[in-house]
């Protein structure tokens, strides 16, 4: 059964830093589009950041730019988003995907993860 399996959330203050993590059983994410998703409280569900799976894509939200990166350790098959100068409009469960024929950053994802949480608070 396929398995995409966020961590590295947690509580942090604002302008702290924390690096998510994606990581798959049974697929190999280096074949697949893979995005990071948010849901804050109260709100819908937006992309946040996404890899092609040639790697040449690299998309980020406007309210994100400059803060995330993302990227893949193919030897871990795990795909990481780098997070620096939260603010607390960061707040939300994230969540990462992946899309056997998904463009980036919209395009169908076949599979998801269960979510980790991000606070940003003081």
């Known amino acids: 059964q396929v398995q995409l399996v966020e961590s590295g959330g947690g509580l942090v203050q604002p302008g702290g830093s924390l690096r998510l993590s994606c990581a798959a059983s049974?697929?190999?994410?280096?074949?697949?589009?893979v995005g990071w998703f948010r849901q804050a409280p109260g709100k819908g569900r937006e992309v946040v950041s996404c890899?092609?799976?040639?790697?040449?894509?690299?998309y980020y939200a406007d309210s994100v730019k400059g803060r995330f990166t993302i990227s893949r350790d193919n030897a871990s098959n795990t795909v990481y988003l780098q997070i620096y100068s939260l603010k607390p409009e960061d707040t939300a469960k994230y969540y990462c995907?992946?899309?056997?024929?998904?463009?980036?950053?919209?395009?169908?994802?076949?599979?998801w993860g269960k979510g980790t949480l991000v606070t940003v608070s003081s």
């Open positions: 995907a992946a899309g056997l024929y998904a463009s980036c950053p919209s395009g169908h994802m076949d599979y």
């Open positions: 049974v697929i190999f994410l280096d074949y697949y589009t």
């Open positions: 890899i092609s799976k040639s790697n040449t894509i690299r």
